[in-house]
């Protein structure tokens, strides 16, 4: 072919080739299927052979029949059953040969001049018992410059008929309708109702109007075979006018020059192109949906967490309300004692100061510490089920996210996208089921309890020993509040006289309360910091566990952006090539 090629058209050989190099490297970034990328090979190495004509239809529309009467001669099988269960390539040669290249590709060779510029396909009927014959039909359709479309004049546009002109369609093929056995409709005007349908069906179906050619290949072959080699001869026969054949044959033999097949073989990779580029921008597109609901997962989860944040922080302020609260019955009821306590007429049960603490301990201290320990109890289970719920909600929806788009052509053309995608949710998931069947609130809770009282006895600078949290609450109270006799001394009775007893009475509430404040404050400050670092912890623990799944996010999102700028860029070079095509071989009218 380039001995036949203009500057501009080699540049446009050269545009196309580049063009098809760059759409394959795309479609690799993009884990595109393998018979996919096999299709670009294929059309680039075309670019370099014969013009391909290849004849598709229903195996019994009359397509071998076609093919005889376009050779002159019976030199292919013909039958009312499937006969052809190979794809049959045409070529010349100097006698008939056939060779076998490979699965269902029979070549034969004949010495047929034309086809020394023109390859023949007859493909299988797209209808036969045999599914692999519509396959393989299928398959070599898109490596074709121009499709021969035989269908039978009795039974036009069957549904099969209609499936694969859309496929064929899509590929951008050039095709020819061919309605054979016009014999066999004796009136001219049911002939003329029969192409009408078919030109208006094949215009509904391939957004044009197609070239149809009404014949009968039977008619064809027989006037041949009584003409022999006498080419005077067949033009004045009978049957070879009744075939309409001539019409149809200088078409493929005149027409289709030299230019008018360049044409339509510079035109086959583009249609290519086009398909398969159309494919994997629908493709792009799927992902993009996908990754933008997973955007929207992702943002879910955070927020869930930061709403979490904010839940746990305003309930945390409520339980530890509840401990304050204890401590501040403590003090009222310090301040009633003293009252009762510190006055003239119980001035001799003063000077008694183990009856004093002991009362002290009984009607104030009273059962304070178990009241305070079963709160900072309580508080401590509602943090350890928070956090366990947190985690299992998390697991659930990821669970249920990756359900959706399962049905869905993403990661299902030889990709590892969704697969990979699938797994780094699945896994994030078990991450999260790990946390939550490792759960045991009791042993979290006594883990925490036991955290929190090594704070607290750090910062009251006590000795814990085996003693629990209540305990080392009475004993700081103990320590700051409780010496209670050495604040009346053994000094005369008198001395106290009226003044000296509301001042120390007075003195004492101030110092029970100073001290109830004191250890209400270290208690909060430790609850606190070990109720952050606790909060702090789980959240950076569940932000881990989906980590992975958000940088595998944001990664192909990146990846999708710069492959969607190249598709975009590849299909505006697709559609100048087309137009310079267009420009320097105009098709024929």
Known sequence: ????LTAEQDQLIRRERSLLEDLRVLLVRLGAADEDLAMLKRSLHQLDELFLLVVVGEFNAGKTAFLNAMLGERLLAEG?????????????????????????????????????????????????????????????????????????????????????????????????????????????????????????????????????????????????????QTHAALEHSDLWAQSRFGTLERYILTALDAAERLRLKLENPVGVADHLSNHYRRLIENRSIVLKDDFEAIDGIEAQLDAYDIDMRRDF????????????????????????????GRVFDLV?????????ERTVVADTSRAVEAQVSDLIDWLV?????????????????????????????????????????????????????SYDPETESLKLAQQ????????????????????????????????????????????????????????????????????????????????????????????????????????EREKLDRVTGEMERLRRELSDIRAATARALPPQE
């Open 317 to 344: 302020k409520y339980h530890l309300s509840h401990v304050d609260n204890v401590l501040y019955g403590m003090a009222e009821r310090g301040d009633r004692f003293f009252d009762e306590t510190m006055r003239i």
């Open 1 to 4: 072919m380039q001995r036949i």
């Open 80 to 228: 009312v059953l499937p006969t052809t269960s190979q794809i049959q390539v045409l070529r010349y040669g100097a006698q008939k040969s056939e060779d076998v290249t490979g699965d269902d590709v029979l070549i034969i060779h004949l010495p047929v001049e034309w086809l020394r510029e023109i390859n023949l396909v007859d493909t299988p009927g797209t209808n036969a018992v045999i599914q692999r014959h519509q396959e393989i039909t299928e398959h070599f359709v898109p490596r074709s410059d121009l499709v021969l479309f035989v269908t039978s004049a009795d039974r036009p546009f069957s549904e099969s008929e209609r499936l694969l002109l859309q496929r064929i369609r899509e590929w951008g093929k050039k095709i020819v309708i061919v309605v054979n056995k016009i014999d066999l409709i004796e009136d001219e005007k049911d002939r003329q109702h029969i192409v009408e349908f078919v030109a208006e069906n094949g215009a509904q179906l391939l957004g044009v109007t197609p070239r149809i050619f009404p014949v009968s290949a039977r008619l064809a072959l027989k006037a041949k075979e009584q003409a022999g």
């Open 452 to 555: 929190v009282q090594n704070a607290l006895v750090q910062t009251a600078a006590v000795e814990a020993g085996a003693l629990g949290l209540g305990a080392i609450l009475v004993a700081v109270l103990h320590t700051t509040l409780l010496d209670v006799t050495g604040l009346l001394g053994a000094g005369a009775l008198a001395a106290l006289g009226f003044y000296v007893l509301p001042y120390r009475r007075n003195r004492l509430k101030q110092e029970l309360r100073e001290g109830i404040d004191a250890l209400r404050q270290q208690l909060n400050e430790t609850l606190t910091r070990q109720f952050e670092r606790e909060l702090t912890d789980g959240m950076q623990r569940m932000r881990e566990a989906i980590a992975p799944y958000t940088r595998f996010v944001r990664v």
């Open 352 to 360: 008694n100061g183990e009856k004093v603490r002991a009362e002290f």
């Open 385 to 437: 089920e928070r956090d366990y719920r947190q985690w299992r909600d998390v697991m659930e929806y990821l669970n249920q996210r990756s359900q959706q788009h399962a049905d869905q052509i993403v990661g299902k053309v030889g990709s590892d996208f969704e697969f990979n995608r699938q797994n780094l949710i699945a896994s994030v998931g078990r991450e999260a089921q790990r946390v939550v069947d």
